[in-house]
Every structure is written in structure tokens, then in C-alpha cells.
């Protein structure tokens, strides 16, 4: 065996460039740029402007006193002061400088320094506006599109925000790394039986330490990965899903552990993963609680952490090194992931598919061709379908179980996929229904 060290210092590894970079002009940099994108949670936003960084862009972000937002570039047009010590007022933004006043939508207003009827007054106006972007809220979170204006697509709306008796509680996380490694551990279910249960102790239930049968179904944008675990007499398919380009769902942190029946219960957390720059993202979501959520005592600031990575985020860091959780996981790292050191094995099949299929998506948009839209359905909120089942199905004497897993978990999912054109509500009927239908069968 030869020791390695030298050599593999000499020639380190580079990364995936054309996925990892977004800033303007980027190839994957346009490819974010044709698709809504959260920036904000809409009670962060106060009588104050803030500043936003949205894929490589230095933006600010107010709200009129009239409620209005604007999601503007942070310099200002005239000699480039910085709108986050502009003012917010009825119709805008004024810049602190010279008090120019600007509209959500970038118009040049006001120039009070020059008379209103001066020629170069009326000139810069017609000449110039602020980069200004579409805003709209939606979950309790600012979504802006900051793309080509005659590419602009439908605004999507997700089933998640249609569930009954869910309570939703908005929560960010920013991560010190590339977006693409915190994407990665949504197609990468397996990671939960090691970093979360098996590495130091049960982060979530103790069912995740068990390794189940992965199934992967690439429908459209949308990856669905299922993960169909035994724990003792139960069957838990629980299913991790991405619908490009960043939105992300699982099933329940902690409602679902294998250990009784639960039917269609629905993710912890309806969260995008927007790139700020390069080397930083940050997780934008609503944390889900109720029957088909997580339980209601995790409707908290930590508890939002412990969703969304396993552990609460600011912790000494002997305790990070003991009890590490995704953030440790993605953020160590390094600032952008060294993907060409990277050997991915089989249980790495997600990840390679989806980063294999942005990156055509990314080429065919160079290519001139349009991005294909995260709707199903024209005019409805995308059906997802991020959850655990849980049935109770034991295992039977003579039938290899691990197929009978396999077969199970497909089964599920393709049932689930029928009823997918279904108004939303008898949509979930029908597939809740099925689910007692296949556990009553086992009986
Ligand atoms: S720099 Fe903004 S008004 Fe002069
Ligand atoms: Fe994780």
C-alpha cells in the first residue's frame, strides 16, 4: 500500500463548476434564474430595509408603509450609496443620499435635488431605472424571480400549504457552504441511519438506524425516494423528495418512528435551498406540525433546528464534534465541495441522478430551450409527496422480506402516482384509503 498523501497534495481535487456557480451570467446561474425562489421570511421584514444576497447579487429588501415589497439592486443609480439606509415611504424607497425616491418596481420617482422639469431630471428618468425583481409572498415567505422578465413563469403553489389542521412555522438556517451540498442530502435517505441514529445515538427515532429497501422515481422536475424500512411488525415508508431546482421535502422528524400505523402523514418541512453566492446558501422553509406533521411541542425556534438537521444550530464545538448533524456534514466540507475527489458508490443514486439532471436541464437552457415548469397540473398547487406510511404488516414466514419491502415500497408510490390527478382533497382520501386497504390485506 502506498501512502497517498503526497501526490493527492500535489493534484487536489476541483469541483463541478458549471453546477456549483450561480451568480449572473452563470449557466446554472441562469437555470435558478427561470424559477421563483423564496429570499425572505415575510415577518423578518420590518419598517427597515434589509439587505439580501440571492445568488451572487447584493440586493435590498423593503416594504412600503403602504405593505408593498420591492426586491431592488442595492445600489443606488444615482452615485451608488446603498439603499439599506434608504427609507421606506408610501410609494417606495428613498435613497439616503440626495433623497432620490425609487418604486418597488425600479421607476425613478423622485429626483428632489434637480427641478422636477430640468431636462437631465426628466432624461435619467427615461434613461435609467433601479434593477428591481417580481415579489410575491406565499407560506409566510418573499418570493422573487429574479430571471429574464418574458421568461417569467406562473407563480407555483405546493399542496403543502393546502393540508388540513397543519400549523406552519417559518424558519431559515444558513449554511457556510455551496448550495449543492446541502441539496445533495435530500436524494441521499441512507445518511439518515448514519449521521442521525447510528453514528451517536438516535438524532430523530430509533427506527431510522434501520437500513431499508431505496427506490428512486424521477418524474418531470420531481424526485421521489422512498425508503421502506421493518421496524418489529410495522412497514414505514418513509419518502424524500426534490422538484427542481431546490425544493425539498421528507417525511416527520419526529411524528412517524415505525412503531404505529400512520397514514399519508406529510413532511416536516416545505423548505427551498436558495444559493446566496457560491460558497453560501441558506434554507428558507416552514416547519409542518400537527396529525400529519410533527408534533406541536416542536412549534419553536429549536425545534425548527432539530427538523431541519438533527441537532440545534449554535453549539459549543466539542458537542458538534461529538453529536455532528448535517450542518457539520455539509459545511465541513469546505466552502464549495471538492466533487471531483468525490467516489460515489450505489447507495449515492439520487445524487447522482439529480445533479445528471440539472446539468442537462442547464445545457438545454444554453441551448436555447426552455425550462420545463414544477406544476403537474396547470393552475393547481403541485402535488407532492414527502410523508411517512406506516402500516402494520408482519413480516411473513417463508417470503423473503427484504423483496417484499421492495415490492411494497414501489407499490405505494405508483398508487399514490395514479391518484395524483385527483382534486386535492379526494386526492388524499383515496390515497389515506388504499393505505388501510394494503395494511388490512396483510391481516
Ligand atoms: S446616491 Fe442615491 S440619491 Fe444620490
Ligand atoms: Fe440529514
Known amino acids: 500500500m502506498t501512502y497517498a498523501g503526497y501526490s493527492q497534495a500535489l493534484e487536489p481535487p476541483g469541483y463541478d463548476e458549471e453546477l456549483a456557480k450561480v451568480g449572473p451570467g452563470t449557466p446554472c446561474g441562469e437555470f435558478f434564474r427561470r424559477y421563483w425562489h423564496p429570499v425572505a421570511i415575510v415577518a423578518d421584514v420590518g419598517e427597515l430595509p434589509s439587505a439580501v444576497r440571492i445568488l451572487g447579487e447584493d440586493l435590498v429588501l423593503f416594504r412600503t408603509s403602504g405593505g408593498e415589497f420591492g426586491l431592488v439592486h442595492k445600489q443606488c443609480p444615482h452615485r451608488r450609496a446603498s439603499l439599506e439606509f434608504g427609507k421606506c415611504e408610501a410609494r417606495g424607497i428613498r435613497c439616503c443620499y440626495h433623497g432620490w425616491l425609487f418604486a418597488p418596481d425600479g421607476e425613478i420617482l423622485e429626483t428632489p435635488g434637480e427641478a422636477g422639469d430640468a431636462e437631465p431630471a426628466i432624461e435619467v428618468r427615461k434613461r435609467t431605472r433601479l434593477g428591481a425583481y417580481p415579489v410575491r409572498e406565499y407560506g409566510g415567505l418573499v418570493f422573487a424571480y429574479l430571471g429574464p422578465p418574458g421568461e417569467q413563469p406562473p407563480f407555483s403553489e405546493f399542496d403543502a ?80 423528495e426534490l422538484i427542481l431546482p431546490n425544493f425539498t421535502q421528507a417525511g416527520a422528524a419526529f411524528q412517524a418512528d415505525g412503531t404505529r400505523s400512520h397514514y399519508f402523514g406529510r413532511s416536516s418541512f416545505t423548505r427551498w435551498v436558495v444559493p446566496v453566492d457560491d460558497s453560501h446558501c441558506v434554507a428558507l422553509a416552514w416547519a409542518n406540525f400537527g396529525d400529519r406533521g410533527d408534533p406541536i411541542e ?122 395524483e390527478p385527483k382534486p386535492l382533497d379526494e386526492r388524499d382520501a383515496t390515497i389515506i384509503e388504499a393505505l388501510k386497504q394494503i395494511e388490512a390485506s396483510a391481516q
Open 161 to 240: 400549504s393546502y393540508v388540513p389542521g397543519i400549523t406552519m412555522r417559518n424558519y431559515r438556517i444558513n449554511y457556510s457552504c455551496n448550495w449543492l451540498q446541502v441539496l445533495d442530502a435530500i436524494m441521499d435517505p441512507i445518511h439518515t441511519s448514519f449521521l442521525h441514529s447510528q453514528n451517536a445515538g438516535a438524532q430523530f427515532s430509533e427506527g431510522m438506524a434501520e437500513i431499508g429497501e431505496l427506490e428512486i422515481f424521477e418524474r418531470g422536475l420531481q424526485f421521489v425516494g422512498s425508503n421502506t424500512r421493518r421496524v418489529d411488525d410495522y412497514v414505514w415508508v418513509r419518502v424524500n
Open 298 to 419: 416542536y412549534n419553536t425556534q429549536e425545534g425548527c433546528e432539530m427538523i431541519e438537521q438533527g441537532e440545534i444550530v449554535d453549539r459549543p464545538w466539542e458537542e458538534r464534534q461529538r453529536r455532528p448533524a448535517d450542518a457539520e456534514a455539509v459545511e465541513g466540507m469546505g466552502p464549495i465541495s471538492a466533487h471531483k475527489g468525490e467516489n460515489l458508490m450505489p447507495t449515492d443514486r439520487g445524487v447522482s441522478l439529480y445533479r445528471r439532471r440539472i446539468r442537462r436541464l442547464v445545457r438545454d437552457l444554453q441551448d436555447g430551450k426552455p425550462v420545463p415548469r414544477q406544476q403537474q397540473i396547470d393552475g393547481q398547487p403541485v402535488r407532492t409527496y414527502g410523508q411517512d406510511s406506516v402500516m402494520k404488516m408482519p413480516a411473513k414466514p417463508g417470503i423473503d422480506d427484504r423483496r417484499f419491502l421492495k415490492q411494497l415500497g414501489r407499490d405505494v408510490m405508483n398508487m399514490q402516482f395514479e391518484a
